[in-house]
């Protein structure tokens, strides 16, 4: 198909570079993450790690107060700010990620509303972030915001009104829908997961395995997107290459560990190694 293609490494090549010398943490993204909830802790956790295996300079976790000990404990490097301060100069956060374990209180989707409306940094919309959104798509499209969610196929099945088997017999067709209805770059998740744009393009991921299909792979992946759209990428670029590198990590800890053992923990150790090895393959810094 005309507007088709693959995502490879020389594709994320383009994207993925050695860092200058004099850089510093303030160059590297400053993320905040609205995530978590009572029992759904290790979402935000898993999310903060990839946040900063991927290079983010700095990251702050919004979750309620009483998992602050859980994530600081969890994410050392991170610090934690409450729901009552998240809506706090939106405007210093060079991206932020939404959703992940974050339950579906009503009064979190009025905080999501005016986080779209207010920033217009990229925002990664993902798993209750987008079940809190799924009655009204048109907050998504008209955001401020630059608007990337990543649903899996029941969550895509959600926002279309369809059944998950209708969304799986054309992943494509359904990835370049899900775009156009929300004017987002749309990350449909799964094996061989989809990229599309609300202009009709659809690219297809190359990396990952069935070992990957774990619970909080996903949250790991919206980590490793916010990252690297904090960082400068764009939202389509940020998107491709951080399904590419989540997948890539998982067939690392695949090699190491096998399939069947695989957790979410596992790719976010493995996502500097992946990399690496895009940074290995190219060489050298050019003075």
Do not use: W
């Amino acid at each position: 198909m005309k507007n088709s293609g693959l995502i490879t490494q020389s594709y994320v090549n383009t994207f993925i570079k050695r860092r200058k010398q004099d850089i510093h943490k303030g160059d590297c993204g400053k993320i905040l993450i609205f995530a978590g909830s009572l029992g759904m802790s290790g979402a935000a956790v898993l999310c903060a790690r990839a946040a900063l295996r991927t290079g983010a300079g700095l990251v702050r976790v919004s979750v309620p107060e009483m998992l602050f000990p859980i994530v600081q404990i969890g994410v050392p490097e991170a610090t934690c700010i409450s729901r009552e301060r998240l809506l706090e100069d939106l405007m210093q956060y060079s991206a932020i990620a939404i959703g992940p374990g974050l339950g579906v209180e009503k009064q979190d989707g009025l905080l999501i509303r005016k986080i779209l409306e207010t920033t217009d940094k990229p925002v990664i919309l993902d798993a209750d972030g987008l079940n809190l959104l799924r009655d009204d798509k048109d907050v998504m499209k008209n955001a401020r915001a630059d608007l990337i969610i990543t649903p899996h196929p029941g969550e895509a099945a959600r926002l279309l009104g369809r059944k998950t088997a209708d969304i799986n017999m054309d992943r494509l067709k359904s990835a370049r829908e899900l775009a156009a209805v929300t004017g987002a770059i749309t990350v449909l998740k799964g094996a061989g997961s989809v990229v599309a744009t609300p202009e009709g393009k659809t690219y297809i991921n190359t990396t990952g395995n069935p070992g990957i299909a774990t619970g909080g792979s996903g949250d790991v992946l919206t980590g490793v997107i916010t990252a690297l759209s904090g960082q400068g990428l764009s939202s389509e670029s940020a998107a491709k290459a951080g399904v590419y590198l989540h997948g890539l990590a998982g067939d690392l800890a695949r090699d190491l560990k096998g399939e069947y053992g695989l957790i979410a923990s596992d790719i976010v150790s493995m996502v500097p190694f992946a990399i690496k090895s895009i940074l290995d393959a190219q060489g050298p810094l050019e003075k």
